[in-house]
């Protein structure tokens, strides 16, 4: 997408908040170019699947300068103890690929059965393209967390896997402002173990998602039909819908 004005905006703004004069105008700015574009990668960064890329190769140097970026994101107690496994050996990815496909199908061939709108359709036609074709995608991405998840304790899980999640996301939005594309799958995790001596990874680290990482075919992804967000947005207590509770 090669989004513009990264370093400056119309106003001579750079991008650390500071104006031409050295104010600091962090938190006064309410729109202009660097705020439009953030908001168009964050609107437009969607679940890609059938539009990847499976020929056009990635170059490494962008992954690493998308993961670069993702390691910039909040991580609990600062610990940073994400671990990002990148696989781009053919043989490498089409074994995982298998082992997708084995933890996908039953899954998948359920929500098709269960598919009812136009769009439950798409989306399900959509997932089972990838499984079919996830050994094709030219890099995988795993998300993994060193340590083991706590059993029982909702407070422990929480801060487990939230201390990766905005990374992966910095990552996906990333990847959408360069022009590729991802999206979260987990399904390959029935065979957590097997992928893990696949490739290497050691007993005590926890992988939380596979990103398939491709160039996507076209730029022009549009911002989903989503609810209203009045309804489901809450003031003060549950079930008040406005700021003044009433």
């Not at 439950?120 to 998300?143: E, I």
């Not at 992988?207 to 609810?227: D, E, I, S």
Request: hydrophobic letters at 40%; proline letters at 6%.
């Amino acid at each position: 997408m090669g989004i513009e004005n990264a370093g400056n905006d119309y106003a001579g703004n750079d991008s650390a908040g500071n104006d031409a004069a050295g104010n600091d105008t962090a938190g006064t700015a309410r729109s202009g170019p660097l705020l439009d574009n953030i908001d168009l990668v964050l609107s437009t960064t969607r679940a890609v699947r059938k539009r990847l890329d499976l020929e056009r190769p990635v170059d490494p140097a962008v992954i690493t300068e998308c993961l670069r970026l993702a390691a910039q994101a909040p991580t609990g107690g600062n610990i940073q103890n994400w671990r990002f496994v990148v696989v781009t050996d053919p043989e490498l990815r089409s074994a995982i690929g298998e082992f997708y496909r084995r933890g996908a199908s039953d899954y998948l061939a359920a929500g098709v059965a269960r598919a009812r709108t136009d769009e439950q359709r798409r989306v399900a036609s959509s997932s089972v393209y990838l499984m079919d074709n996830l050994g094709r995608v030219p890099v995988h991405v795993l998300a993994c967390v060193k340590g083991r998840p706590p059993a029982g304790e909702n407070q422990a899980a929480a801060g487990f896997y939230g201390s990766i999640m905005p990374a992966v996301w910095s990552f996906a939005l990333a990847l959408r402002s360069r022009g590729l594309g991802s999206v979260w799958t987990t399904l390959h995790l029935a065979y957590e173990r097997e992928v893990a001596e696949l490739l290497g990874i050691p007993a005590n680290v926890t992988q939380v998602a596979l990103l398939p990482v491709a160039y996507t075919v076209g730029l022009n992804f549009k911002p989903a039909a989503r609810q209203p967000i009045e309804g489901f947005t809450y003031w003060n207590r549950y079930g008040e819908r406005t700021p003044g509770g009433s």
